[in-house]
């Protein structure tokens, strides 16, 4: 069975439970700065499960994109992926475990025709805050799986959210594939990671509230979130220990390697699967407006996915441009399903052609130019020089003092040390090959260049900006669209009086290209070919104000998208949109309105409720873009 198989499989499968299909939304998420990319098919339905009415119903079904990157050390195995589709049913508010487990079931075995005696299940084994998922082990024994292949597992295994730190969330219930067949009474279990089974489903049960003093109230509205990978189930249904043998999804592009490198998959699959996973990851964020020169962080990742594949294709003596001839691969494989990437293909394999380019040329000639300054001095810098100058950043990134950092390097060391500190400041601010720098160092410092110390400085540097990025994104959903928070409520309809502004101050061509909110600021990108004047802010604000002192009422109608096209309203991420939309307006939705806009989301009910705005401040963000910040005032 091909991935398209299952796709087709499970979409028909849930229509005939009465479920709608709706379209993937995008990998960066519009209006929602509770996590960097969409990671998972839930983060598009936040809203949608904090008790928004969604336009196509209670049921749904998608396969939604998806792009992790806090695992990306990971890729190079078997499994793991930073781009992936993520298939998903879901009951918002309708049915429940029963339905949603008999139907998992139904579908694994009848639909799939995997063998009832190889699926294994985990369920949520209960503490403090909830019970014991005892329901849920009772219904998987009635529809056939045996005592023995329940387990139960904590809450860190078994318990999805809450996406913030309050809000929706609940048990879920994994299934596993038993891919390494053996017989009853192995020590290795589910959730072991002992290569005996693979998870190839989970339905979430999100029945709870986590209020803020951390209590685990009982939903009024209980909802169904799933989740089925389409890699690890269709590598499963062929039989396959590694998703990059499927075939239909990594057959042309391992392939296409294979045959510029000259060598064979076998023996080299670590390097094959970070080149064609990156590869896939970078055509796929490259269909979202994304300025990959800029120093914005959407860019930043896509030259360190293109690095980083360029890195891999060193151990297979690949010397010539060749990742523009694999995205190429990549659209044709896709573009059936996803017509965006044959849309923007021209886009596409000219950022990552210019970002190879620049990879190239400071990688193949690291030496033309004198090296940096900094490096250049190594060999006439003193100890004290040097700890000095480390003192400042080490502090900002570490927290601590440079001096116990190094007390036990000798001198003969401290100079690589500190020039590892520098390869890392290269890397993640001009994107610069750790190669580069080493290659300078050494030329700079020639017999004193400890090689082994220059390394794990830094590694040091680059795992605590890990740890910290990790961190600030497990933060990212607090005060975001995942816990509705006020503050956000009012930015995100604040949005719509922004963008309707722009395009009365400054012209029909201003059309939203991205936003972001959380609780203390608003966000907004717009193409527009300059900075604003003084007296346009002005007016902007003002005209914003203006209507949050009118407080016009803001109201929503569920309609076709033809029909809301046809109504006026603006829809400027078209490829997300379903058949059915929900239209905001701002004013009279009949008569005088000062707003209309598809969306979804969290609103307020008058322009009145927000308050007073002000535009803080702007930049030029790429050709032809801009970007605004706004902040609530109080009066």
């Known amino acids: ?46 809203p949608y499960l904090l008790g928004e009415e969604h336009p196509a119903g209670k049921r749904l079904v998608d396969n939604q994109l998806c792009l992790r990157t806090d695992d990306i050390d990971e890729v190079g195995d078997a499994f793991h992926h930073t781009f992936f589709e993520m298939l998903g049913n879901w009951s918002l508010g309708d049915y429940w475990k029963e339905d949603a487990i008999n139907w998992s079931y139904e579908f694994l075995t009848k639909e799939l025709g995997l063998d009832p ?23 998987w024994e009635k529809v056939g799986i045996p005592k023995e292949r329940i387990i139960f597992l904590p809450k860190k295994d078994n318990w999805w959210g809450p996406a913030g730190e309050t809000g929706p969330c609940g048990p879920d219930s994994e299934m596993y594939y038993e891919v390494v067949f053996k017989p009853h009474g192995s020590d290795c279990h589910p959730g072991d990671n002992c290569g005996r089974f693979v998870e190839i489903w989970n339905d979430v049960f999100m029945q709870y509230n986590k209020t803020k003093d951390g209590k685990f109230i009982p939903l009024k509205n209980k909802n ?36 510029i490198s000259g060598k064979k998959y076998e023996g080299n699959e670590r390097a094959f699967r970070i080149i064609a996973d990156h590869i896939r990851a970078a055509t796929f964020l490259l269909t979202e407006d994304i300025q990959i020169a800029s120093s914005d962080k959407y860019g930043s990742i896509v030259r360190k996915l293109i690095d980083r594949a360029l890195t891999e294709s060193r151990s297979l003596g690949i010397s010539t441009k060749f990742l523009p001839q694999l995205a190429s691969v990549v659209i044709t494989n896709y573009k059936d399903r996803y017509s ?94 750790v190669l580069s720098v080493e290659i300078d160092a050494r030329d700079s410092l020639s017999n004193k260049f400890n090689k082994e110390e220059f390394y794990k400085s830094f ?57 972001n909110i959380t609780s203390e600021r608003l966000r907004f990108d717009f193409s527009h070919r300059q900075k604003l004047t003084d007296e346009e802010m002005k007016k902007v604000g003002d005209l914003i104000n203006e209507q949050i002192k009118n407080d016009l009422p803001v109201t929503f109608e569920t309609k076709s998208l033809d029909e809301a096209i046809k109504d006026g309203a603006l829809h400027f991420f078209a490829e997300k949109y379903g058949d059915i939309v929900k239209v905001y307006s701002i004013g009279d939705p009949k008569g005088d309105w000062f707003s209309k806009e598809v969306c979804g989301g969290p609103h307020v009910t008058h322009t009145g409720e927000i308050g007073r705005v002000r535009i803080k401040k702007q930049e030029k963000i790429g050709s032809g873009l801009m970007r605004v910040y706004l902040i609530l005032e109080n009066e």
């Open 1 to 46: 069975m091909t991935s398209r198989d299952l796709i087709e499989k499970y979409f028909q499968f849930f229509k005939d439970k009465g479920h709608i299909i709706i379209p993937s939304a995008p990998l960066i998420p519009e209006n929602d700065p509770s996590v960097l990319f969409t990671t998972a098919g839930m983060h598009p339905l936040v």
């Open 117 to 139: 005696k190889r699926i294994w299940v985990s369920c949520f084994e209960g503490d403090a805050d909830a019970p014991k998922d005892t329901e849920s082990s009772e219904i």
């Open 224 to 259: 169904v979130d799933t989740g089925m990978g389409v890699d690890r189930t269709t590598a499963v249904l062929q039989g396959l220990d590694d998703d990059y043998k499927v075939s239909d999804l990594w057959g042309d592009i391992i392939e296409k390697i294979e045959e």
């Open 340 to 433: 965006i990437l044959d849309k923007r293909s021209p886009e596409i394999l000219n950022a990552i052609s210019s970002v190879e380019s620049r990879v190239e040329e400071i990688l193949t000639t690291p030496s033309r130019e004198a090296p940096p300054e900094e490096i250049a001095n190594l060999p006439n810098m003193s100890d004290d020089d040097i700890i000095n100058k480390m003192r400042e950043p080490y502090q900002k990134l570490f927290g601590g003092k440079v001096e116990e950092y190094i007390k036990n390097i000798g001198s003969d060391s401290l100079s690589s040390v500190y020039a590892g500190s520098l390869a890392f400041e290269a890397k993640t601010t001009e994107g610069r090959p």
């Open 459 to 515: 590694n040091d540097y680059l795992e605590q900006h890990k740890k910290i990025s990790r961190e600030a994104g497990e933060k990212l959903f607090k005060g975001g669209l995942a816990d509705n928070s006020e503050e956000v409520t009012k930015f995100h309809t604040t949005t719509h009086l922004l963008h309707a502004s722009l395009r009365k101050i400054l012209g029909e061509h201003v059309s939203q290209k991205g936003s």
